[in-house]
Each structure stands twice: as C-alpha cells, then as structure tokens.
C-alpha cells in the first residue's frame, strides 16, 4: 500500500511518487521580497543566494542557523545566478545590462555587456556547461520599465539566446528565434539544453513552453521542438535532475516532467514560482523562489 504524499505534492503519473517524499512538506524559509528569482547554491559555505529584482539585493540564507542577511546591496537589479566550475557566482544584470562574475576576492568582472558593438538588453538566466562555457538569455524585462531595471530601448531589437567561449570568452549568438527566452537548463549528458520561451508576457497568445535542443559538439544548437506548454501561468526558470526529469516553475509552484515529455506530478506553492534550484549536502533539497518568499522541498532525487 502506498503512503499518500502531503498536501504540498500533486501526483499525476504514478513515476511522480518515486521522486516525492511521504511525511514531506514545503518550508517557507523566508519572506518580505517583491520578486524573488535567480537561487544559486553555495556547497563549501553551506549557504544560498537569491535575487530580490525590484529591491535591488541579492539575499544570503545560510543552513547553519536558517538566518537570512543582505548578500549585496545595491546589486544592479541582478536576476538570474549559477555557480561557476571554480565556485564564483555568474549572475544576470538587468540594472548593468549584462553577465558578470564575482571573483573569490570579492571584486566584480563583466563577461558579456555588448554584442557587435550593441548593448544586451537584460540578462535574465544563465547555466555553465562543463566545458565552462557560459550560456545566458537575453529577454527585455529589464529594460521595459524602471521596476526591475531602467527602460530603455533595444540597442539589438531581439531577444536571444548567448554563449561565452570559455577559452576565448567570444560571443556568440546560439539561438534568435525566442519572443522572450527565459530559463535554460542542460540534460545530465548535455546533449540536450532546454530553453524556456515567457513570449506570452509580450504578445497575446505568445509562447508559454519550454522548447528542446540538440547540442553539437562546436556549441551549435539543433532541433527547437516544444518539449512542454504551461497549463497554470507561465514557465520561468527550471533545473533537471540526475535522472533527466525538468523542473519547471509555474504558476501554481514547480511542474515536473519525465523526458519523454509527461507532466508527472507538481510541487505546490501558494504563489507564483520564478525559479529553483538544487541544493544542500545531497543535492536533494530543492530551493524555490515564489513572488515573495523563499521555499525548500526535500525530495527522492538529486540535482545533476
């Protein structure tokens, strides 16, 4: 007999209830954002960053004692984050229309700010390959209005998807045909890297799915194909786990789907979900951005 999950999950394929947990319930760790985005987990200090765009920081929760601080302030309206192979944070600057690095000094260094001699609109998320080449999308959010960024027009007039050489550190445009590329997450052997498109923001009707690519050896994408439609909202920022399965944020909290494609079950929040990532000693503590707060989740899986 199985042991029914809590009210915080939703089954919807039965494989679902191999990755939840019973007995399990979200936490809300946090809360007193006006958009939280762009979690990023440190392992070595045991502790997780996190975006709060329009109050201009980033936030520090730390899992030895639960307190959260300011990590920076100001923070150039910083959206999305990863962590690179050597431990720096990546992060996306809408405030400074672009990537940067924070070096273990501290000090800060801009990895991409113009393509062709014009400015990126507004970084948004960003993922490192293992070859550590850096791939970011570059929606307009962050210069649509003053609320999470300034506005300002397009020096480029369309929103793509980017990746950094990690030997050269060129530019490259990597995909062009995005209304509003979004969050971007590789499959555990990198053959394939899902790009969320958020289009339905800016044209009725538009994208609210995540689309699938084939990766080549040079960094060339392939395919594009529609891997998933949001039924609740909008997709924003997803992580895959070691097994290959997405999770989505959406509207009513994190979708999962298997990677054949099937909406397996959900993790229920009660707002609006931007992003997630993986975390904690096991990797097997999902840390979610909802419109206001911060949540964790442990779960039967871990992150690649």
């Known amino acids: 007999m199985f042991v029914k999950l809590t009210s915080s999950f939703e089954v919807i394929d039965a494989r679902f ?21 762009g979690p990023a987990w440190f392992a070595a200090g045991r502790y997780l960053v996190w975006s709060d765009i329009p109050n201009d920081r980033v936030m520090r929760w730390d899992e030895t004692d639960g ?16 962590v690179d192979l050597q431990g720096r944070l990546i992060s996306c600057e809408h405030g400074g229309r672009c990537v940067s690095r924070t070096e273990h000094d501290g000090s800060r260094t801009v990895l991409a700010s113009h393509v062709h001699g014009q400015r990126l609109n507004s970084p948004n998320d960003v993922v490192v390959k293992s070859d ?54 590789f499959s555990p052997d990198e053959s394939l890297l899902y790009i969320v498109d958020t289009g339905a923001t800016h044209q009725v009707d538009g994208p609210h799915h995540v689309r699938c690519f084939r990766v ?13 439609t949001c039924p609740v909202g909008l997709y924003d920022g997803l992580r895959v786990d070691v097994h290959g399965n997405l999770w989505l944020s959406a509207g009513d909290g994190v979708h999962c789907h298997a990677p054949d494609g099937a909406l397996l079950g959900k993790v229920l929040i009660p707002e609006s979900v931007s992003n997630l990532c993986f975390g904690g000693a096991k990797r097997n503590r999902m840390f979610i951005c909802g419109t206001t707060s911060l949540y964790s989740v442990y779960l039967n899986t871990r992150g690649q």
């Open 17 to 37: 209830r191999k990755l939840a947990l019973p007995y399990i319930h979200v936490e809300r760790l946090y809360t007193g954002c006006r958009w939280a985005e």
């Open 67 to 82: 307190s959260v601080s300011v990590f920076r302030q100001p923070a150039l309206n910083s959206n999305g984050h990863t």
């Open 132 to 185: 550590g080449s850096i791939w970011f999308s570059d929606p307009s959010y962050g210069i649509d209005s003053d609320y999470e960024g300034a506005a300002a027009p397009s020096e480029i007039g369309e929103q793509r998807v980017y990746r950094i050489d990690a030997d050269s550190a060129a530019i490259s445009v990597v995909a062009s045909d995005f209304v509003q590329p979004n969050g971007l997450a």
């Open 216 to 228: 080549g050896a040079n960094g060339a994408l392939a395919g594009g194909e529609v891997f998933a």
